[in-house]
């Protein structure tokens, strides 16, 4: 390589030395814009086209506008019930149930899927409950929770929680039972002691799989509290979807629909900014 320089032009040693050095924190924030721009136009433009072949059809009349509606009477419809007040009520009902539920799913299934996983005992004492649970469709036991805590919020909470709780419990578990052998065997053999592999492997090792729970648990949650508001609710976004299919609305139907789905892809996309900030810190960023 020396000897290729010094037989080099003068003019071409004085470009390879003006040729800046490349960063790769910036070639890597390249092609992350590069992917979030290509996903927005893909992903994007579908929508976009199938919103106006929608458009499209309901003008020609091919679609019955008592079973289906169109975008801009959906856009219409929900302009005048931020207008009048009564979307962000119903939001705000469905949110207080939603926060709730989601916490104290966090709070219960978190350390509980930590300590089955940790723990054979646990695991083996525990797990068919879990499974048994994790399997049966929540909604019907609704009517069971209105028996038992009636119809206000205890129903709703403990529809959401249940609905919440098991994918949490499950993805700790996996993360707790599933560590690198290899990397627990090496600090032991260091002397690490059951307490500092937990604290400095098993935790930082079960990131992901926390973040893919709550992720899951999320549009559980969702789904527990349109169920419960479904069942037995004066007010939020489930009772306003039951109240205007009963009458059919549609276009109230897919304004809820659509305040819905868009909560659950922020929420979504919040988790997967998070797990990808502990890729970073973990080195598994490419």
């Known amino acids: 390589m020396k000897s290729e320089a010094i037989l080099a032009p003068p003019a071409e040693r004085r470009e390879r030395k003006k040729l ?36 499209a059809a309901a003008a020609a ?130 002397g690490a002691n059951r307490r500092q592999v937990f604290f400095t492997i098993a935790l930082p090792q079960s990131v992901p799989f926390l973040v893919t729970g709550l992720r899951l648990a999320t549009g559980r949650a969702l789904l527990g509290v349109v169920g419960a508001e479904v069942f037995g609710g004066a007010e939020g976004l489930g009772y306003l979807i039951q109240y205007a299919g009963a ?3 549609t276009d109230k139907v897919f304004v809820c629909v659509i305040v819905i789905a868009a909560a659950g892809i922020v929420m979504d996309r919040a988790l997967n900014r998070i797990n990808q900030h502990f890729d970073r810190w973990r080195g598994n960023e490419e």
Do not use: C
Request: hydrophobic share 55%; proline share 5%.
């Open 61 to 190: 009349g091919w679609i019955n506008p008592m079973f289906s509606s169109s975008p801009s009477l959906i856009a219409k419809t929900g302009w005048e019930l931020v207008q009048d007040g009564s979307l962000w009520i119903h939001i705000r009902a469905s949110g207080q149930i939603f926060i709730i539920g989601y916490l104290m799913a966090a709070g219960v299934g978190i350390p509980a899927g930590i300590l089955m996983g940790w723990f054979k005992k646990l695991r083996l004492a525990f797990g068919p409950l879990v499974a048994a649970f994790y399997t049966t469709p929540r909604i019907a036991l609704m009517p069971l929770f209105i028996i038992w805590f009636g119809l206000g919020l205890g129903s709703k909470l403990a529809l959401v929680f249940l609905s919440a709780v098991f994918p949490l419990i499950i993805n700790m578990q996996t993360a707790m039972s599933n560590l690198d052998k290899d990397l627990t065997r090496v600090a032991v053999a260091y």
């Open 20 to 55: 800046p050095p490349v960063k790769a924190g910036s070639s890597r924030l390249n092609r992350r814009a590069k992917g979030t721009a290509e996903s927005f136009l893909w992903g994007g433009g579908v929508i976009v086209l199938l919103l106006a072949l929608w458009e």
């Open 247 to 249: 009458t059919f609305q």
